[in-house]
């Protein structure tokens, strides 16, 4: 369900149909698909069987800094999902388990300002203990991706790209590719062995803005009564305008926060060791 205040009651992020999104990915070309839905595996329950497949999801979790982060874990196994889910609440836990399980995961929409607020200290977590940045966010403005881009190069973290579209028309538009995998297997070792490259599209507002009309239509094609609702729809183009207007201002203020020569974010080991130091 959306998280939204009052339409969380009744509307859904997503009225994708599984089946319809792993044929599209499939006709699109993709040789290994994935699903990550918010907290939840439950959409890729009738997949779990296939060669092509992977689980995994995206989590919502709760940094030191008190601030939340949308982690994506991938090739995760049902038991994986509920140990996750009891530590999304503490990064540092959720983090030692990620390690201990030796699962591959990735640093979402580094510059987005979707999960609210952020502190230097989280880039400072970014950079000390996470393997992988996603640089390429099918929902994403295009100078938020290409700072995550830069952002990762800087310190050597593996790139990777995926749609996060809410509705079919952007599924598989943007995604990683290992040039040779066959196998998730193969994806996996090509992806630690740092080969992975970057495809697809950007975000756009006229794309945010027709998703959101995708989505009011499917649930007002699923809940009839919200059909009293519709009057409001005229107000749809000002909430994502103003989202998107908040999307630029959250990335500008970071990255140019972060590319100061001053106070550029450090590993969280060497800043202990100048405090030693003085």
């Known amino acids: 369900m959306c998280n939204t205040p009052f339409i969380r009651h009744f509307c859904r992020e997503s009225y994708n149909d599984a089946q319809d999104v792993y044929n599209r990915c499939k006709q699109l070309g993709m040789s290994i698909v994935t699903v990550t839905d918010h907290d939840c595996i439950d959409a890729a329950e009738a997949f779990r069987s296939y060669p092509d497949f992977f ?9 030191p800094t008190g601030t939340e982060l949308h982690l994506g874990v991938y ?4 038991r994986d999902h509920l140990e996750i889910q009891k530590r999304r609440t503490d990064f540092v836990s959720l983090l030692m388990y990620l390690t201990e399980r030796k699962l591959f995961f990735s640093v979402n929409h580094v510059f987005s300002g979707l ?3 952020r502190e230097f200290e989280d880039f400072e977590w970014f950079i000390s203990y996470a393997a992988a940045f996603e ?10 991706n290409f700072a995550a881009e830069e952002f990762a190069k800087s ?5 990777i790209a995926g749609s996060d579209s809410h509705t079919l028309a952007g599924v598989a538009l943007t995604y990683t590719e290992v040039p040779g995998a066959r196998t998730v297997e193969e994806f996996f070792a090509g992806l630690r062995a740092r080969q992975s490259r970057i495809h697809g599209h950007h975000g756009s507002l006229a794309k945010i803005t027709t998703d959101v009309f995708r989505v009011t239509g499917a649930m007002l094609r699923e809940k009839p009564w919200t059909l009293s609702l ?3 729809a005229v107000l ?21 926060r972060i590319n100061s020569s001053e106070s550029a974010p450090r590993r969280l080991w060497e800043l202990d060791a100048t405090l030693h130091q003085v």
């Open 155 to 159: 310190y050597g973290k593996i790139e």
């Open 236 to 256: 749809l183009p000002a909430i994502t305008a103003g989202h998107w207007m908040n999307e630029i201002r959250f990335c500008e203020k970071w990255t140019k």
């Open 135 to 144: 640089t390429r966010n099918g929902q994403m403005w295009s100078h938020a």
């Open 115 to 117: 999960t609210g607020r």
């Open 230 to 232: 519709l009057p409001l």
């Open 55 to 63: 689980l995994s999801e995206e989590v919502t979790c709760t940094m």
């Open 75 to 78: 090739a995760i196994t049902e």
